[in-house]
């Protein structure tokens, strides 16, 4: 059974960090491209981050210089580093697996973990 379990969300302070793990099971990342999302109450869904199935990283201008994607193929998990948040920061994030080398179409997504940046 193919899952994605994202992990490592909570509460922050405005310039602190997190870091959110992805953990894949029923197939393994060497193949696939991996993303994260978020989305904010009353925002439409964002892509954050990109990390293809090479290592080839992509980054939403919003989290560039703060965010860093990163992935274990040996553990089957993708990290998403988040340093200096704010509260825009404040959403659902999601990871999402791609087949192949590019970020886009994802085939299999999270169930989403939440981030909270208080002021």
């Known amino acids: 059974q193919v899952q994605l379990v994202e992990s490592g969300g909570g509460l922050v302070q405005s310039g602190g960090s997190l870091r959110l793990s992805c953990t894949a099971s029923?197939?393994?990342?060497?193949?696939?491209?991996m993303g994260w999302f978020r989305q904010a109450p009353g925002k439409e869904r964002e892509a954050v981050s990109c990390?293809?199935?090479?290592?080839?990283?992509a980054y939403a201008d919003s989290v560039k210089g703060r965010f860093t994607i990163s992935r274990d193929n040996a553990k089957n998990t993708v990290y998403l580093q988040m340093n200096s948040l704010n509260p825009e920061d404040t959403a659902v994030y999601y990871c999402a697996a791609a087949s192949g080398y590019g970020c886009v179409p994802y085939d299999y997504w999270g169930q989403g973990t939440q981030v909270t940046v208080s002021r």
């Open positions: 029923g197939f393994t990342l060497d193949n696939y491209a």
């Open positions: 990390s293809s199935s090479n290592g080839d990283t």
